[in-house]
């Protein structure tokens, strides 16, 4: 059965470094979707991607945050300039249309030092 | 604003007995989709069940089914004959459907722990 894989499954980094995040969504799917969860907290949605454009975005994907799909099959999130508090385990997510099932990765853990 | 509330932070049930997760919600909007992820250990989400809320019937998925009162906004997960394997983190979750947004808004969680 087709999954969305993510990768690293976990990184570290230092504060104010920069950091991309990378996920291979379900091969037909057409939307995507990045959401973080810190840890003992519910989880979040960050943004939402649809024919190369951001379709929404939360109030947590603020300047520092951008998305992209740099070719055919890859799905990234770049952080741009880490803080403690990003620290937090980061969801892709991939669905066929909008109104329906999001398929979600096995996460990436960062960790910001 | 939606919001999704889990009332219920930890449960505990025994193998083969059967448990129910609630959940209600708040939306003005009619059509809408509601959704139950499992998170083991592993921190993976894993889909459980999804319900249409234009549907009528409950939607059933082998051991789990739900109980969705449309009025009520409530939107409960039933797991029988519960086993080791469903202890996990059961989140509940909301999409609205159209324009307004495809984003996925999430209860706090569940934690479920079943026990031999």
């Known amino acids: 059965e087709p999954e969305v894989t993510q990768t690293p499954s976990h990184q570290v980094t230092q504060m104010g470094q920069e950091v991309i995040l990378r996920c291979v969504p379900i091969?037909?799917?057409?939307?995507f979707y990045w959401y973080r969860q810190i840890l003992g907290q519910k989880v979040e949605f960050l943004v939402s991607?649809?024919?190369?454009?951001?379709?929404?975005k939360s109030e947590i994907f603020d300047d520092q945050f951008s998305v992209e799909r740099p070719d055919g099959s890859n799905f990234t999130l770049k952080i741009r300039s880490t803080k403690l508090e990003d620290s937090a385990m980061y969801f892709c997510?991939?669905?066929?249309?909008?109104?329906?099932?999001?398929?979600f990765g096995p996460g990436t853990r960062l960790t910001v030092l | 604003a939606q919001t999704v509330t889990q009332s219920q932070p930890e449960m505990s049930v025994q193998e083969a007995e059967t448990v129910t997760l609630s959940c209600t919600y708040d939306?003005?909007?009619?059509?809408?989709?509601l959704f139950w992820y499992k998170q083991p250990p592993s921190r993976q989400m894993i889909l459980v069940i999804r319900?249409?809320?234009?549907?009528?019937q409950n939607a059933t998925e082998n051991r789990f089914s739900v109980n969705f009162q449309k009025a009520a906004k409530s939107f409960s997960l039933k797991i029988s004959d519960s086993q080791l394997g469903d202890t996990a983190m059961y989140f509940c979750?909301?999409?609205?459907?159209?324009?307004?947004?495809?984003?996925?808004?999430f209860g706090k969680g569940t934690s479920l722990l079943v026990t031999p």
């Open positions: 997510a991939s669905s066929v249309i909008v109104i329906d099932t999001q398929y």
């Open positions: 091969s037909n799917h057409l939307y």
């Open positions: 991607f649809y024919n190369n454009e951001i379709s929404e």
């Open positions: 939306t003005s909007e009619n059509n809408y989709y």
């Open positions: 319900q249409e809320a234009y549907k009528q």
């Open positions: 979750a909301f999409m609205i459907g159209g324009y307004s947004g495809y984003a996925l808004n």
